[in-house]
Every structure is written in C-alpha cells, then in structure tokens.
C-alpha cells in the first residue's frame, strides 16, 4: 500500500471513529439567538433540477445602512480547501474592495507571501497534503493572492490567543466536548456515515464520493460553530471576531466605504448579529459561489 493510500485510509478511520465518538455523548445544545436566527445562510450544497448535489457554495452577503449611501460591508464566506476556480474567482472579486480584512492567527499586521507561507515535513504538513490530494482541491493559503495594498491583517495574534483562551479556560479539549455534546458529526440524513465511507474508500470515483461525503458534515456549518460558542462565546470564534471587527470600526473611521471581511464562514452567524446590534447595518443582498464542484 502506498504512502498516500495509507493516509487516505488514516484520515477515513479517524473520520470514523470521530463519528461514533461525537454521536455517542448527548450534552445540553446551544440556542440560537433572536438574531441569529434571522441570519442569512452562508454555506449550502446547491442541488441540480434533479434533486442531486452539484456543488458546495459559499456566500457574499452584503451589509448596508440606507442612511449612509455608498459605504458597504461584505461578508465573503471562505472554506479553506476548494476548487482552483472558486479561488480564482476570490481573487477577482477581492480587487473592488477598499480594504479586503482576512483571518490568520498571527502576528499583528502579517502579510501572506503569494503561494503560501514555505511548506515544511512536519506531520500537520503531511495531513493537510493528505486532504488536498484525497479531494482533489487546493488549499486557500496557497491560492488566494495576499499581498495586495488593499489586504488588511484582522485577527488575533497568537499570543492574544493563547490569553485570552487561558483567561476563559477555553481550551481545545473543552471545545473537542461541547462538539461532542452537540453531536457535530451526524448519523444523519439517512445515512450510515461508517458505511457510506468505506464504500467511497473502494469506490472507482472516489475523491467524488469523499467529496461529497465531506461536503454533507459542511452544510451544517452553522450547528457546529453554535456547539464551539457554547454560552459564553469562545476564543475560536466570537473572540477572534471582536478582534477582526475592531479593524473594521477602524478602516470605516479612516473612510473606507467598500469593505470586504473574509472569513470562514462558520464565523457568520456571530458576525452577522454585530453587523447588525453594533454597527446598524442589515443584510441588503446574497451572491453565491461554487467552491466545490459536487458533479466529478
């Protein structure tokens, strides 16, 4: 057995085994709140005529206030693997903004280089590799271009990080529970997820099957953030957001009017409740984007 095939076999058992773990512990879920149940959906799988899945979409949702003509907040959902296409598409879009604010935990004000930061052996290296070649996609950090004047670093650095996780005792094991307690991956939809992944490992159209099988844990993105938040926030993401949205009180202060803030999209719901409680704006349109082609 090859390298790659065992490490396609490594991550499907991990999968697996993540699987009846999560649905294993029932815990208390997390509501939603008044807003974000009002919230625009971020992430879907677009079906064809026929009922079948053809891709997996993120959205553009525009944020505006009538009083205030011209100035404009975009929230551009990311998944941080997809197809070259959708990336590509990214890069054009990403040139009509004054500032384009993007997520990395890293220092304050740091710059992407074009094609990625430099590879290295390590194992987490290795896994990410794994996963490209086992989808067929590319990674976002490779394929978004970074470095233009209009990019803006809206994140946590990582010592901000490792405070304020410290500070809530927020660590990644609490977070791994509260997943558990919300099952966030589903026996569902009439699937036996344990199954349905052996036989895409076999299958002749495999990276299609997986393809799909991933993209279905995707879609609801939204369930799985609310189980990350529990009910008091949490540093991954309502954190991490409050950062990112104190650069963009700032850009909106220095004038700038066309505003785009690219993020995972499973950090949507909470920023959509700020768009709207902090910063008086509300959802005006809804544009969407194929990041995964669900058809081969």
């Known amino acids: 057995m090859s390298v790659r095939s065992k490490l396609t076999l490594l991550l499907a058992l991990i999968f697996q085994f993540s699987s009846a773990l999560l649905?294993?512990?029932?815990?208390?879920?997390?509501?939603?709140?008044?807003?974000?149940?009002?919230?625009?959906?971020?992430?879907r799988i677009h079906e064809n005529a026929s009922g079948k899945?053809?891709?997996?979409?993120?959205?553009?949702?525009?944020?505006?206030?009538p009083q205030q003509p011209g100035v404009y907040v975009d929230l551009v959902g990311a998944v941080h693997i997809g197809e070259q296409a959708y990336y590509d598409q990214l890069n054009e879009e990403f040139k009509n903004y004054d500032a384009l604010l993007y997520e990395i935990v890293a220092p304050k004000?740091?710059?992407?280089?074009?094609?990625g930061p430099k590879k290295n052996g390590s194992a987490v290296s290795g896994l990410q590799n794994g996963m490209k070649d086992m989808l067929g996609l590319e990674f976002q950090l490779?394929?978004?271009?970074?470095?233009?004047?209009?990019?803006?670093?809206?994140?946590?650095?990582?010592?901000?990080m490792a405070a304020d996780m410290a500070e809530r005792g927020d660590g990644f094991l609490?977070?791994?529970?509260?997943?558990?307690?919300?099952?966030?991956?589903?026996?569902?939809?009439?699937?036996?997820?344990?199954?349905?992944?052996?036989?895409?490992?076999?299958?002749?159209?495999?990276?299609?099957?997986?393809?799909r099988l991933f993209a279905?844990?995707?879609?609801?993105?939204?369930?799985?953030?609310?189980?990350?938040?529990?009910k008091n926030g949490s540093t991954l993401i309502?954190?991490?957001?409050?950062?990112?949205?104190?650069?963009?009180?700032q850009e909106l202060n220095d004038g700038k009017k066309k505003i785009g803030v690219f993020y995972g999209a499973g950090h949507f719901a909470d920023m959509h409740r700020r768009l709207v409680e902090d910063f008086g704006l509300q959802p005006q349109s809804t544009r969407w984007l194929n990041a995964w082609d669900l058809t081969k």
């Open 216 to 230: 279905s844990q995707m879609d609801d993105m939204e369930g799985q953030m609310r189980a990350i938040e529990g």
């Open 174 to 211: 609490q977070m791994f529970a509260r997943l558990m307690g919300a099952g966030m991956v589903q026996q569902t939809k009439g699937e036996d997820m344990n199954a349905a992944m052996l036989m895409a490992l076999f299958a002749d159209d495999r990276q299609l099957r997986m393809k």
């Open 109 to 115: 004000g740091t710059r992407i280089p074009k094609g």
């Open 238 to 249: 309502s954190q991490r957001n409050a950062k990112a949205f104190q650069v963009l009180r």
């Open 53 to 65: 899945p053809d891709a997996l979409q993120t959205a553009i949702v525009r944020y505006a206030d």
């Open 23 to 43: 649905a294993a512990r029932a815990e208390e879920a997390t509501e939603k709140s008044a807003e974000e149940k009002t919230a625009p959906t971020f992430l």
């Open 142 to 160: 490779e394929q978004i271009d970074y470095t233009p004047q209009n990019f803006v670093h809206a994140d946590m650095s990582p010592e901000e």
